[in-house]
């Protein structure tokens, strides 16, 4: 096989020719839109880190959800921000709280919308640590129970996949028991599993107001230096204990971690396009600097081809709208 009888570029000669041999496309089956909610009325709060994503009150949140349904778009991941903070992260789980409110009213309106809860206290604690504290430890096996009391009042709220993002060990056990037990056994499991301790998440914590108000998350999260095998012990641990889909997250910086995962287990593989990832890209789009469509595209395209399933990414009304105008 040498040249002139192989002739890679007649693989390319033509749009059509590429686009029948492209392995690797896109679809708004592959795309999870976060979104974020707050308490009020008639509100719609910019994230000055995160152009273009907004913190909606229930109302403006039902408008955002209809664009995403007009879109194509299948699936969307909650996150809600509480009018109070405190130690216990109560806001978490309460029956009246802003993201059981807000699945309520979303699967009322649009019954087939694949709703997607993020389940953690980091947004719902006065100090910002997705755990319970004393002397400014975070406590694993006590916040276990807070965790699980979360992902079932989501559950009954009308969740239909519950997403442990707070990296506690045996957090998975502790929901999948909790759920099964109150009757929601077909309720899915979406685990964060391969979290790591990013500097990435900085947009986030200013559109969720999930700073940590001492130290960091190095105790829980990954450290971006450890090992591929210890993702995907952190992975086995979590499919063992009941998770139905695993995510990686971030993505870009962690390829490498999507490919091995998806090599090692069967079940679904996520990855989370992460708010400085994003950020990144709209503003040297708005610099002028970069064409934010196709950098976009190909970016997606080299997280499915590192073996995503799924792609939660703030680009997916945006990507949903660009695909209809082929």
Request: charged share 25%; hydrophobic share 45%; net charge negative.
């Amino acid at each position: 096989m040498s040249f002139p009888v192989t002739r890679m570029r007649r693989l390319r000669k033509t749009p059509t020719i590429r686009n029948v041999l492209r392995d690797v496309k896109i679809s708004v089956d592959d795309l999870i839109y976060p979104l974020f909610v707050i308490h009020g009325e008639n509100t719609k709060n910019p994230v000055p880190s995160m152009p273009e994503v907004y913190q909606f009150s229930i109302d403006n949140l039902l408008l955002e959800v209809e664009k995403v349904v007009k879109s194509g778009l299948k699936s969307i991941l909650l996150f809600g921000i509480p009018e109070t903070k405190d130690a216990l992260g109560s806001g978490a789980y309460v029956e009246d709280g802003i993201i059981q409110k807000a699945v309520f009213n979303v699967k009322k309106e649009f019954p087939d919308l694949l709703v997607i809860t993020d389940v953690c206290l980091c947004e719902y604690t006065d100090h910002g640590h997705c755990g319970l504290i004393d002397n400014k430890q975070i406590l694993n096996d006590p916040t276990l129970e807070l965790l699980a009391k979360t992902a079932v009042s989501h559950a009954q709220a009308g969740a239909d996949i519950v997403a442990p993002s707070d990296m506690m060990d045996g957090r998975i056990a502790a929901i999948r028991k909790a759920l099964d037990n109150n009757g929601f056994e077909d309720i899915l499991i979406m685990s964060y599993s391969a979290k790591y301790a990013s500097a990435f998440y900085g947009p986030f914590r200013d559109a969720a107001g999930s700073a940590p108000q001492f130290g960091d998350r190095n105790t829980y999260q990954m450290d971006p230096g450890s090992s591929v095998k210890q993702a995907i012990m952190e992975t086995a641990l979590d499919i063992e204990e009941g998770a139905d889909i695993v995510m990686v997250k971030p993505a870009l910086a962690y390829m490498d971690i999507i490919k091995s995962i998806c090599n090692e287990f069967l079940c679904p593989v996520a990855s989370y396009n992460v708010s400085g990832e994003y950020a990144m890209v709209k503003a040297a789009a708005q610099k002028g600097w970069l064409n934010e469509k196709k950098v976009v595209m190909e970016l997606m395209t080299g997280l499915k081809r590192a073996g995503s399933d799924l792609i939660l990414t703030y680009h997916a009304l945006d990507i949903a709208n660009w695909l209809q105008e082929v």
